[in-house]
T-cell receptor, first 113, second 110 residues
Framework: EAQVTQNPRYLITVTGKKLTVTCSQNMNHEYMSWYRQDPGLGLRQIYYSMNVEVTDKGDVPEGYKVSRKEKRNFPLILESPSPNQTSLYFCASSDRVYNSPLHFGNGTRLTVT | RKEVEQDPGPFNVPEGATVAFNCTYS??????FFWYRQDCRKEPKLLMS???SGNEDGRFTAQLNRASQYISLLIRDSKLSDSATYLC???????????FGKGTRLSVIA
């Protein structure tokens, strides 16, 4: 089944403890992206990647890192999480950016205390 | 002016009603347009692309007005299952990421 898989679905952590949210897609998509969604603010893009070893900042990259060492995986790294990073995170992928639908993962609800 | 703007709603409509949402975009060079649907606490899913000539998929009709820089979504004969948030999505050029509106919340009431 074609899908984007994020893990974990739920995560509660403490300020400053490094964490990684994994994202994997099995559709051989070139484009992958991370979003966070907060009430009243909608979906905001954190980082995106057009292809392997190519990553770019989105609208809200501060406090996050990503890597794209292989096509299928696009992990999101929070080196030192803070409470303002408490949010619902979505990973997404598409075949190409232009005119292709985005396929989203199920989401990761992160709480930083 | 924000890049993509939507009326946040909520729109509360009775079953069977026809409801329309508009979405305005600021970049006249925008090339591709989409409507996504998002159920509460779930991931967004593509509802339909929006083509220049307008397009229809069952009870859903999407239209693009380039002169006034807006897209619209019309839902006819609303069902309870149509209750969701509808996200307007715009792509500005071939290699730039999609821009999401904040969404319009629809509640269809029995």
């Amino acid at each position: 089944e074609a899908q984007v898989t994020q893990n974990p679905r739920y995560l509660i952590t403490v300020t400053g403890k490094k964490l990684t949210v994994t994202c994997s897609q099995n559709m051989n998509h070139e484009y992958m992206s991370w979003y966070r969604q907060d009430p009243g603010l909608g979906l905001r893009q954190i980082y995106y990647s057009m292809n392997v070893e190519v990553t770019d900042k989105g609208d809200v990259p501060e406090g996050y890192k990503v890597s794209r060492k292989e096509k299928r995986n696009f992990p999101l790294i929070l080196e030192s999480p803070s409470p303002n990073q408490t949010s619902l995170y979505f990973c997404a992928s598409s075949d190409r950016v232009y005119n292709s639908p985005l396929h989203f993962g199920n989401g990761t609800r992160l709480t930083v205390t | 002016r924000k890049e993509v703007e939507q009326d946040p709603g909520p729109f509360n409509v009775p079953e069977g009603a026809t409801v329309a949402f508009n979405c305005t975009y600021s970049n006249s060079a925008s090339q591709s347009f989409f409507w996504y649907r998002q159920d509460c606490r779930k991931e967004p899913k593509l509802l339909m692309s929006v083509y220049s000539s307008g397009n229809e998929d069952g009870r859903f009709t999407a239209q693009l007005n380039r002169a006034s820089q807006y897209i619209s979504l019309l839902i006819r004969d609303s069902k309870l299952s149509d209750s969701a948030t509808y996200l307007c999505v715009v792509m500005n050029s071939g290699n730039t990421p999609l821009v999401f509106g904040k969404g319009t919340r629809l509640s269809v009431i029995a």
